[in-house]
């Protein structure tokens, strides 16, 4: 599965958009682009996923570029509660499918 | 409809016990998964099962034992605890095994091995 690389810590205003990226350069053309946020200790709360096309639903947008090498995740009005740590994960078909996580993003959205 | 369940919520164990850490969900899903993370980390895969009767092994199962005899029931078995396995255990379910398929987990089990 490729590696993902995001920003280690990144701070949002209350209402604003949040925009966090994710590089995946050695994405293969059938793996999935996954996003994931961990509130404090609690399971993993999928949010979207992508293969090729931007994919928007209740919670946020995803943006994948056309070379797909890197998405960008939008929450478009964060609010305290989306304070938690996102994980932008590649999937592929590799060893039981499995979801293969980095260190992720820690989001503090601020008042 | 629960989703995934995963009991208990917290255990504290002896070094050399064992123990079963339980999963169930209620969503018919075939692909059922046991993850383990450390503090600071991400998630590792520590077994993973496609269907009833079948299951197989992720990047770290030495130490813990699975089974699937029911598809809405995935149980971890440590047989002997040690301390390197104190961690937080999340089970996660997906409709298959499809990539396009999101997981769905659990809240997650608290082990510590004194």
């Known amino acids: 599965d490729a590696k993902t690389t995001q920003p280690t810590s990144m701070d949002c205003a209350e209402g604003r958009a949040a925009n966090l990226p994710c590089n995946h350069s050695t994405i293969s053309g059938n793996e999935y682009v996954y996003w994931y946020r961990q509130i404090h200790s609690q399971g993993p709360q999928y949010i979207i996923h992508g293969l090729k096309n931007n994919e928007t639903n209740e919670m946020a947008s995803l943006i994948i570029t056309e070379d797909r090498k890197s998405s960008t995740l939008i929450l478009p009005h964060a609010t305290l509660r989306d304070t938690a740590v996102y994980y932008c994960i590649v999937r592929g078909q590799a060893a039981g499918n499995k979801l293969t996580f980095g260190g992720g993003t820690r989001v ?3 008042p | 409809n629960a989703g995934v369940t995963q009991t208990p919520k917290f255990q504290v164990l002896k070094t ?8 169930a969900q209620d969503m018919n899903h075939e692909y059922m998964s046991w993850y383990r993370q450390d503090p600071g980390m991400g998630l590792r895969l520590i077994h993973y099962s496609v269907g009833a009767g079948i ?25 002997s605890a040690a301390p390197s396995q104190t961690s937080v255990y999340f089970c996660a379910s997906s409709r298959d095994r499809s990539t396009n398929e999101k997981l769905f987990f659990g809240s997650g089990t608290q082990l510590s091995v004194l």
């Not at chain 2, 050399?16 to 999963?23: A, D, I, K, P």
């Not at chain 2, 030495?62 to 971890?76: A, H, I, K, W």
């Open chain 2, 55 to 79: 299951t197989d092994q992720g990047e770290v199962p030495n130490g813990y034992n699975v089974s699937r005899s029911t598809t809405e029931d995935f149980p971890l078995r440590l047989l």
């Open chain 2, 16 to 23: 050399g016990q064992s123990m079963t850490l339980q999963c």
């Open chain 1, 108 to 110: 503090l959205v601020k």
